[in-house]
């Protein structure tokens, strides 16, 4: 009997051993294909995405196949594309209908007998997945909005307000969304020119966006406070939401978010740290930078464009429209997403350990935020890409809803006593 446990032990750890070589052969495969994708060997990429695909133990995500089918399109493989998107579409219900429409990367397909019938699929899927999707007019343009939870539409619960992430809409946040407005309500949105939004041909500042946002929160009824919750370049918007009321915020959760607190100079501190000097730092980001910016003006769509140019804006500025005024008193969160992505070309330096001690100089400054705040909590997930989100989507709600409890919290402290 021991002998065959012992051998039975043996089989399984050897099992769970070639699981994880195969899984981490499968992830070194992606990661390949993303760096051929970025620099622009679309059919090599695509190659490594195949590979990557018949790995035994293949993790399938619906990204994984839509990128493909994107290295598939520029390579001009139209047979393989279409089959990466119709599957995504048919068996995993992708929703992304105002993305894949404007996809510059899929422009080549659009010509194709079978373009047409993909998109009514998506849109199909999107109408029945955000069944609560409606439109909102502001200044003459269509706005793109989302509601949910509206049962939970009371004056004693903050209202859960989403913020998407740079060009981004939000059908990323749906899981989350699902969860959170079984308790509260829920607003989400497209901002102009991003998914069936109309472009309001004004610049997508932080006050522009921030008093849109405002505007469309009252018309539907949802007062404050609000519980803001941001990705990426989102938190720009929320920051400047915090900013400028104050008085209205419930929270603030932060997601992998860019980054302002920073200042000028900042940006050397992390090439200073690795071992590179002043000369070689501005050559990288000198006359090849603003290069490499002009081109991505000219090739990517305008909505992408408009938002990029407001981020030089800001850093140039400081953030200082973000920071007019010190965070609110409630309760603050931060997530950190701590897996690293190897998706640019070798460069002069280690990149991944680069990237790491920029996030903890990045951490340490946020920490400094939360310092003075009862409340404040930093999240950091090691193996979560930049999209938590969607990666660890369970994190996100758990954040959510602890701030709600801290809000609870804050509420009944602040109660006067009889």
């Given at each position: 009997?021991?002998t065959?446990l012992f051998?039975?032990?043996l089989?399984i750890s050897?099992?769970s051993?070639l699981?994880?070589q195969?899984?981490?052969?499968?992830?070194?495969?992606i990661?390949?294909?993303?760096?051929?994708?970025q620099v622009k060997?679309?059919k090599?990429s695509?190659l490594a995405?195949s590979?990557?695909?018949?790995n035994p133990?293949?993790?399938?995500t619906?990204?994984?196949?839509?990128?493909?089918?994107?290295?598939?399109?520029?390579?001009?493989?139209?047979d393989?594309a279409?089959?990466?998107l119709n599957?995504i579409?048919?068996?995993?219900?992708?929703?992304?209908y105002g993305?894949i429409?404007s996809?510059?990367d899929l422009?080549?397909?659009?010509?194709?007998?079978?373009?047409e019938?993909?998109i009514e699929?998506?849109?199909?899927n999107?109408d029945k997945?955000?069944a609560?999707?409606d439109f909102?007019?502001?200044?003459?343009?269509k706005?793109?909005v989302?509601t949910?939870?509206?049962?939970?539409?009371?004056i004693t619960?903050?209202?859960?307000?989403?913020?998407n992430g740079?060009?981004?809409t939000?059908?990323?946040?749906?899981?989350v969304?699902d969860?959170?407005?079984k308790?509260n309500?829920?607003?989400?949105?497209n901002?102009p020119?991003?998914g069936e939004s109309?472009?309001?041909?004004l610049?997508?500042?932080t006050e522009?966006?921030v008093?849109?946002?405002?505007k469309?929160?009252?018309e539907?009824?949802l007062k404050p406070?609000?519980?803001?919750?941001?990705?990426?370049?989102g938190g720009a918007?929320?920051?400047?939401?915090?900013?400028?009321?104050?008085?209205e915020?419930a929270?603030l959760i932060?997601?992998?978010?860019i980054d302002?607190t920073?200042?000028?100079?900042?940006?050397d501190?992390?090439?200073?740290?690795?071992?590179?000097t002043?000369?070689q730092?501005?050559?990288?980001?000198g006359?090849?930078?603003?290069?490499f910016i002009?081109q991505?003006?000219e090739?990517m769509?305008?909505?992408?464009v408009?938002?990029?140019k407001i981020?030089r804006q800001l850093t140039?500025?400081?953030?200082?429209?973000?920071?007019r005024n010190?965070l609110?008193d409630?309760?603050v969160?931060?997530?950190?997403?701590?897996?690293f992505?190897?998706?640019?070309?070798?460069?002069?330096?280690?990149?991944?350990?680069?990237?790491?001690i920029?996030?903890?100089?990045?951490?340490k400054?946020?920490?400094e935020?939360l310092?003075?705040?009862?409340y404040?909590?930093?999240?950091?997930?090691?193996n979560s890409?930049?999209l938590v989100?969607?990666?660890?989507?369970d994190?996100?709600i758990?954040s959510i809803?602890l701030a709600?409890?801290?809000?609870?919290k804050i509420q009944?402290t602040?109660k006067?006593s009889?």
């Open positions: 009997m021991k065959t051998l039975l032990a089989l050897a099992t051993l699981a994880q195969n899984h981490q052969k499968y992830d070194a495969l990661r390949k294909a993303d760096s051929l994708y060997d679309y090599n695509a995405f590979e990557a695909f018949n133990d293949a993790k399938l619906m990204n994984h196949h839509y990128n493909a089918a994107c290295s598939y399109a520029l390579a001009n493989n139209a393989s279409f089959f990466h599957y579409s048919t068996f995993m219900n992708y929703t992304r993305h429409k996809d510059p422009k080549s397909l659009h010509m194709d007998s079978r373009w019938p993909l699929i998506v849109k199909a999107k997945a955000l609560n999707m909102i007019t502001l200044n003459g343009f706005v793109e989302y949910t939870g509206m049962k939970n539409n009371q619960k903050p209202v859960i307000v989403f913020e740079m060009a981004d939000y059908a990323r946040w749906k899981t969304i969860e959170v407005s308790t309500a829920v607003f989400a949105y901002r020119r991003i109309e472009d309001d041909s610049p997508p500042t522009h966006i008093n849109n946002l405002r469309m929160l009252l539907k009824g406070p609000y519980l803001l919750v941001s990705h990426s370049f918007y929320i920051r400047s939401f915090a900013s400028m009321f104050p008085q915020i929270g932060f997601i992998d978010p302002f920073k200042k000028k100079g900042y940006g501190l992390p090439y200073l740290e690795i071992g590179l002043q000369h730092i501005d050559s990288i980001f006359k090849p930078y603003d290069n002009e991505l003006y090739e769509p305008g909505f992408y408009e938002e990029v981020s140039k500025t400081e953030f200082a429209e973000c920071n010190p609110p409630v309760p969160h931060f997530i950190k997403a701590g897996g992505t190897d998706t640019e070309p070798p460069t002069i330096y280690d990149k991944e350990k680069m990237w790491r920029n996030n903890n100089i990045q951490m400054r946020w920490l935020l310092y003075p705040l009862k404040g909590k930093l999240f950091y997930c090691s890409s930049h989100q969607t990666d660890e989507p994190l996100v758990s809803k709600l409890i801290d809000y609870d009944k602040n006067p009889r």
